[in-house]
Nanobody, 113 residues
Framework: QVQLVESGGGLVQPGGSLTLSCAAS????????MGWYRQAPGKRRELVAS?????NTNYADAVKGRITISRDKNTVYLQMNGLKPEDTAVYYC?????????WGQGTQVTVSS
């Protein structure tokens, strides 16, 4: 089992910045992928960014150039700059290992003036 603890959501004005973090603990082996997904009201959950244990990253086109994913040991960070109202959503951390996915509880990000 893997446990995930997320933090860092909140209310921010358009153009502002936020950093989300997700700490994984439990039965973690050397090969895995961690990522952030988001789900806005009435929409499907979508990938924001992911990073593998080897450091390979993947970003959704909508966030390229504004959002950076990074990892320090078993904690993944999502640095979000230039936030837009359309970035408003619940953000979920995902840990994938051996074809099994673990999800965090979600953290709300609201971009509004």
């Amino acid at each position: 089992q893997v446990q995930l603890v997320e933090s860092g959501g909140g209310l921010v004005q358009p153009g502002g910045s936020l950093t989300l973090s997700c700490a994984a603990s439990g039965s973690i082996f050397s090969i895995y992928t961690m990522g952030w997904y988001r789900q806005a009201p009435g929409k499907r959950r979508e990938l924001v960014a992911s990073i593998s244990s080897g450091g390979n990253t993947n970003y959704a086109d909508a966030v390229k150039g504004r959002i950076t994913i990074s990892r320090d040991k078993n904690t993944v960070y999502l640095q979000m700059n230039g936030l837009k109202p359309e970035d408003t959503a619940v953000y979920y951390c995902k840990f994938a290992q051996f074809n099994r996915d673990y999800w965090g509880q979600g953290t709300q990000v609201t971009v509004s003036s």
